[in-house]
């Protein structure tokens, strides 16, 4: 079992920034894929950023693209997003997952039932 807990949501302007974190207990963190994504209200939750079990490789929504940033610190059993130049339509609630990676040769994953543990979400508020 893995128990994952975000952190840093909040209200914030337009344009401005915010970095969100989520910290994992329970196993071996760098076993574990991860990925951040968010649901709006009244819409699917859909995909935000991916980051492999050794932070290497990484991909992000062409939505968020050039604007978040997803990383990780196995030393720390932390995944990071920081989100810059933040828009309106960026407010959701954000969840970070994780998924157990059994070949380390394996990159990120973008869909949300691949991931096997979730954390309880983080508002994120961006008003115009």
């Known amino acids: 079992q893995v128990q994952l807990v975000e952190s840093g949501g909040g209200l914030v302007q337009a344009g401005g920034s915010l970095r969100l974190s989520c910290a994992a207990s329970?196993?071996?963190?760098?076993?574990?894929?991860m990925g951040w994504f968010r649901q709006a209200p009244g819409k699917e939750r859909e995909f935000v950023a991916a980051?492999?079990?050794?932070?290497?490789?990484?991909y992000h929504a062409d939505s968020v693209k050039g604007r978040f940033t997803i990383s990780r610190d196995n030393a720390k059993n932390t995944v990071y997003l920081q989100m810059n130049s933040l828009k309106p339509e960026d407010t959701a609630v954000y969840y970070c997952a994780a998924k157990l990676v059994t070949d380390k040769r394996s990159g990120y994953y973008s869909r949300d039932y691949e991931y096997d543990y979730w954390g309880q979400g983080t508002q994120v508020t961006v008003s115009s």
């Open positions: 980051i492999s079990w050794g932070g290497l490789r990484t």
């Open positions: 329970g196993r071996t963190f760098s076993n574990y894929a």
